[in-house]
Structures are given as structure tokens and as C-alpha cells.
């Protein structure tokens, strides 16, 4: 199974967001089953970074990206993710548009984000951490 994970999952981990955080560091946990590959895009890395060093500053930030890091799978944002994103007329948020097209990219078969509203257009499935939890894992 391959996961994408959006950047209000990981936000939740780093900044250790209640109520999230119990179920987004379990959905985070899923990095060492074999059965289960998680990914996420730079772009996510980035803006938990941002989040992560309002909150911790830069040096523990820096730290805490690089060891999720080490978790997870990178997608790709090329030029063909960027036009998917913008040739779709449903897509109104341009970054879950990019987040979405580079999932797509690296063949994942679920968006796990707490904004699956914000990816109505999807043709995979889209679930908040706790629905995936009970569905998939439990």
C-alpha cells in the first residue's frame, strides 16, 4: 500500500497537535511495516518545517524534518505535476492540486490528509488519519 500523507498530518506529529497527534504518529508508525510505504512531497516537508519552527525553532525543526525524512518516500513536482494541477478545472487549492497529481505520480493509492474536503476531485481514496486507521489497519 502506498500512502501519501499531506502536511497537516505531519504538522501534527512534529508539533505534537492534539487531539491529532495520538492517531498521526500511529499512522506515522506505519513507516516500519514492510506492507506499507508511506510518501510525502517536498513541498509538505516544507511547510511542516515552517509550522515545526514557529513552534520549536529552526535547529530543532531542521532535526525533526530530517528524521522524518528518513521515513518516508519523496514524490516528485516536475512540470507535468504542475500542469496537471493547473489543468484541472476542479482543482481550487493549487498546493492540494500539486500534492494530489505528485501522489498520483509515484503511484500512490491513498491520500491520507484532516482535509479530505480539499480533495473532492480524487480518484483514489481520501481519508482523515483515524477513518484509515479503522478502515485499513485495525
Known sequence: MRI????????SVLNK??????????VLSLADRRDV?????PICLAI???FSEKKSGA????L???????KLVMTSLDQDTVDQALSNRQVQDFEDGLEYYSALG?????????DPDGF???????????????EYIF
Open 64 to 70: 525533526k524534518i530530517e528524521m522524518l525524512s528518513k
Open 17 to 26: 497537535e492534539y487531539p491529532l497527534f495520538p492517531v498521526s504518529s500511529r
Open 106 to 114: 509515484s503511484g500512490c493509492n491513498m491520500v491520507v490528509t484532516e
Open 120 to 134: 473532492y476531485y480524487s480518484q483514489i481514496p481520501v481519508m482523515g488519519c483515524e477513518n484509515f486507521l479503522e
Open 48 to 50: 511542516a518545517f515552517y
Open 37 to 41: 510505504h508511506l510518501y510525502t512531497s
Open 59 to 62: 535547529a530543532m525543526a531542521k
Open 4 to 11: 501519501f500523507l499531506d502536511a497537516n498530518v505531519i504538522i
